[in-house]
């Protein structure tokens, strides 16, 4: 077990209803590190990072970031992260840099701080032109690289990053992972991740954990988990772990909602 | 710059940047100036009521404060449906700043929206009796979209989706308004109508706001403002509460 671990979880669970979503996980992620969370739809990824995110209450289980228990210390907690959700969740009807600013300051991040920091971010997303429109005309990507840089204004410890590349071509992911790697090894990052392409897990993560049915069912290096598989790749080590059967079946009625949603709206939801 | 600040100036800007919003939601008072205000008015000035737009004008102020607000504070459905509500509940504010911050910011757009519905009605013909009362009226503007703000957010604090708007409009709004005394004056009611009229909070505040807008009150406008801030503490209260269990 790592040393200095910024985020653990012991015995986690979050039920909805009679409805296990998340069945007593346990994990830690040393600090520093590019931690990959991967599992089928519905296995309670979300649900994990919105209870280490203060969203969720834990059914019950201990967790603490960054040495705050974030259950009991909500307001501490939440100055040690920057999350990019898996939806969308900008103001469509204020410009890119309102967006940043409203952030910003709800953070307590003083004025010419803040000002700097969203004119170097805006580059660094490539929206530096774009600072000014709505972001209601913005493309899927350009919303995203925002919600990117949004996160980092209060210069997080952590990055939760849930689905941070869907509906993004292959050029801006690219672009994307690169930029988490730098913020990773220039600034000391730690980065908790979800994604669906195990190829871009396989090359960005240190570790990875692998979630079904709300269990932590492996755990290591993508080199740990193709050994013990004795799989070529991650992908097929992900199917050899998870099985190949559709998770539709039991998968609840927001579930549905929410891939069809991604389906009929690709880049916005 | 402050939390507070911040959202209120989000609502703000979102309100300035809506003009079909705004000039939408102008056609109905408009409406209810013309047709009531002047088709009323011959009946209304023979049954000794004297000028039935005077009488009127503030009760559609209020009107246009109270679908604001309300709307102002439903409006946080959306917030929550489009993801924003998330971006502000992961950030270290206490949830309580946040729903004050967007109770002040609903409204502030409510009272600018009554201001407007104000300045209508001067273009109709209507005078304030004492233009030095104008300043309470303001505050009773204020007040009435406080209250109906914060009772749209509390509203909104337990409804994960807009299906229930109408339910919301046909069975709570519409009903606050035209049992407010908004539309005829308060005295020789049935006993039913006149029961009615003392539980909806918004009478209260048309009552003040005419008392300020044309010197005739019902009731004794400290009483009718005490029992509108009642309201508007007690609807904070509830929608705190609401608002601080919602899970996303
Ligand atoms: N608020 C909720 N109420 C009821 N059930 C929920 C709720 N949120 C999530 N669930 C259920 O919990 C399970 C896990 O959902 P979660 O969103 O965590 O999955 P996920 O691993 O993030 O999946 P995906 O890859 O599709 O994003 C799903 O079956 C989902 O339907
Ligand atoms: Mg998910």
Known sequence: MPTDAIITAQDLTKKFGDFTAVNGISFEVPRGEIFAFLGPNGAGKTTTIKMLTTLLHPTSGQLTIAGVDPVKDQAGARRTFGIVFQDPSLDD???????????????????????????????????????????????????????????????????????????????????????????????????????????????????????????LIAQGTSDQLIEQTKTANLEDAFLALTGDALRDEDASNADHMRMAQKMWRPGRR | MNVLYILWLRQIKRYLRSRARIIGSLGQPILFLFALGFG?????????????????????IAMSILFTAIFSGIEMIWDRQFGFLKETFVAPVPRLTIMVGRTLGGATVATLQGFIVFLITLIAGFRPDSWSLLPLAFLCMFLIALTFTALGTAIASSMEDMQGFQLIMNFLVMPLFFLSGALFPLDNLPSILAILVRIDPLSYGVDALRFSLIGVGHWPIGMSLGILSGCLVLFMLVGSWLFSRIEL
Not at chain 1, 125 to 142: C, E, I, P, Q, Y
Not at chain 1, 175 to 193: P, Q
Not at chain 2, 41 to 60: E, H, N, R, W
């Open chain 2, 40 to 60: 009323l008015g011959p009946m209304f000035q023979k049954g000794g009521g004297g000028s039935y737009l005077d009488f009127l004008a503030p009760g559609v």
């Open chain 1, 93 to 215: 009807e204020l410009t890119a840099v309102e967006n940043l600013e409203l952030h910003g300051v709800l953070y307590g991040v003083a004025g010419s701080i803040r000002r700097k920091r969203i004119d170097e971010l805006l580059g660094y997303v490539d929206l530096a032109d774009r600072r000014d429109d709505l972001v209601k005309h913005f493309s899927g990507g350009m919303k995203r690289r925002l919600e990117i840089a949004r996160s980092l204004i209060h210069h997080p410890q952590i990055l939760f990053l849930d689905e941070p590349t869907v509906g993004l071509d292959p050029q801006t992911r690219n672009k994307l992972w690169e930029y988490i790697r730098k913020l990773n090894s220039e600034e000391g990052m730690t980065v908790f991740l979800t994604t669906h392409y195990m190829e871009e897990a396989a090359k960005i993560a240190g570790r990875v954990a692998i979630m079904d049915h709300g269990r």
